[in-house]
């Protein structure tokens, strides 16, 4: 790399955040940005072209005209998704790679504002798995997205680094002896995992990637989380489980897919289509019980996604502070007013505390790092803040080892380190 300046940029499934490192060798920080895009079909250019709201304007303006304009979030689940080619809104067909460039875009607007102008350069974080990678084309096809998105949002060059190493660069930061640490980012759409070793004496190495001693990443973060949730307190108001009349008078249960969907922020919206809401009108009528599904319809007639994702929200955040907390969803013929113990919801996130221990315990037997040779071990991101992913490491390497710290920050911080190294 030559020694033109550039900065770090996490874009990440929930948050996105700018780093750019002072005189000082301090990383200053733009964001963390919510990663979310709103468009109004009244909001436009003279020329016609939309004019997209970006982080909290998106929900600003989303809560304004709710469901007479669209939202789009956790747009990075896509990237490495080839089903996902391009999707019309209001009469123009986006790409992913525009969606994405819109939130780089605001995020290095806002940047410049406070930093003055910004270097075109950037090194920038990506999971270890990208969310709906099966193969490495998978990847690839990921990786050319993204490249394209910092390009349409002005970035002339980019370099990858995994999201968890450069949350082992913004540890180590801090750190005034060397030590073996095993770092653990748990966001909205994926967990990652490094092995490094980090402090003042490894960075003084010419090739910083001897000090990875390994990666690994699962797709399940706080996004499937939230989908247990909604499985468990959600679907079952909203008619999961009951049963509707055929037209040859057999009793059916209501198809489980449709709840799948409602799993998904990004997915939602999908069930507006006119062919989902036809089965939706059908059910309703025919069904033993019809309030629960005219409780489904009024959700996705208006497009409710993201208020019942901000209700999950409150909740899961309340879950990780307290051993109990309620689920409260109000919106005309829909309410929802229960209670939720944390125990309920540690079993419903089983499946994916499960894989995320095997991920860890994979990396370390790959390495050949016994859980006693580590140092120390860092929890960042939003997710770690749930407390039975932080017992995952307590029960394998001790409460005294363990960092917490900058959830959402750390991963733009050391891409910010990386970037000015
Ligand atoms: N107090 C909390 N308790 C539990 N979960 C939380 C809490 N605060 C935030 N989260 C969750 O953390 C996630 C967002 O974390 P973060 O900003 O680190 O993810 P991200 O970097 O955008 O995602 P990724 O790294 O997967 O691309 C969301 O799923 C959010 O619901
Ligand atoms: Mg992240």
């Known amino acids: 790399m030559s020694d033109e300046l550039s900065v770090g940029i996490d874009f990440g499934t929930t948050n996105s955040a700018l780093a750019i490192v002072d005189a000082q060798g301090e990383p200053q920080l733009e964001g963390p940005l919510r990663s979310i895009v709103q468009f109004d079909p009244e909001r436009r250019e003279p020329s016609g072209r939309l004019i997209p709201a970006v982080g909290p304007d998106a929900v600003e303006a989303w809560l304004d005209i709710r469901a007479d304009g669209r939202l789009i979030q956790s747009a990075k689940s896509f990237l490495a998704s080839k089903l996902f080619l391009s999707t019309n809104v209001f009469g123009t067909t986006f790409s992913l790679e525009t969606f994405v460039g819109y939130i780089l875009r605001a995020l290095r607007v806002r940047a410049e504002a406070r930093f003055g102008a910004i ?13 709906g990678a099966a ?11 993204l490249t394209r998105a910092f390009s349409e949002a002005g970035f002339r060059e980019v370099r990858f680094e ?6 082992a660069w913004h540890f180590e930061h801090a750190l005034d002896a060397d030590a073996l640490v095993l770092i653990g980012d748990f966001g909205g759409g994926t967990s990652d995992f490094s092995l490094a070793r980090v402090g003042p004496g490894e960075r003084a190495r010419r090739r910083r990637s001897e000090s990875i001693l390994g990666s690994d990443g699962v797709a399940l973060a706080g996004d ?13 108001r909203l008619g999961r489980g009951d049963t509707f009349r055929s037209p040859f008078g057999k009793v059916l249960p209501v198809p489980t897919w449709l709840y799948g969907h409602l799993e998904r922020w990004n997915h939602v919206s999908f069930l507006r289509s006119r062919d989902t809401l036809g089965i939706l009108y059908d059910l309703q009528r025919d ?7 005219a409780a489904f319809l009024h959700l996705v007639e208006n497009d409710l996604g993201f208020e ?11 879950l990780s502070t307290s051993d109990e907390a309620r689920f409260h969803f109000r919106d005309g013929p829909l ?4 209670p939720v113990a944390r125990r309920d919801f540690e079993a419903w996130i089983g499946d994916e ?13 790959r390495t050949g790092v016994a859980p006693a040779d580590v140092d120390r071990v860092f929890l960042t991101g939003g997710s770690s803040l749930v407390p039975a992913v932080r017992r995952l490491f307590e029960e394998r390497f001790g409460d005294a080892r363990i960092a917490t710290g900058s959830e959402f920050t750390s991963v733009a911080r050391g891409l910010g380190l990386a970037a000015a190294s």
């Open 162 to 167: 995994y999201e968890p190493v450069a949350a």
């Open 335 to 338: 309410v929802i007013d229960v």
């Open 224 to 236: 499937a989380f939230d989908g247990k949730l909604v499985r468990h307190l959600v679907a079952p």
């Open 119 to 131: 270097p075109d350069r950037a090194v920038v974080g990506r999971p270890v798995s990208f969310a």
């Open 353 to 365: 505390l499960e894989a995320v221990a095997r991920c860890v315990d994979g990396l370390l037997a």
């Open 308 to 318: 019942l994702y901000r209700a999950v929200q409150v909740t899961k955040e309340a």
């Open 287 to 293: 069904a033993v019980d019809p309030g629960p599904l």
């Open 135 to 145: 193969a490495r084309a998978d990847e690839d096809l990921a990786l050319r997205r």
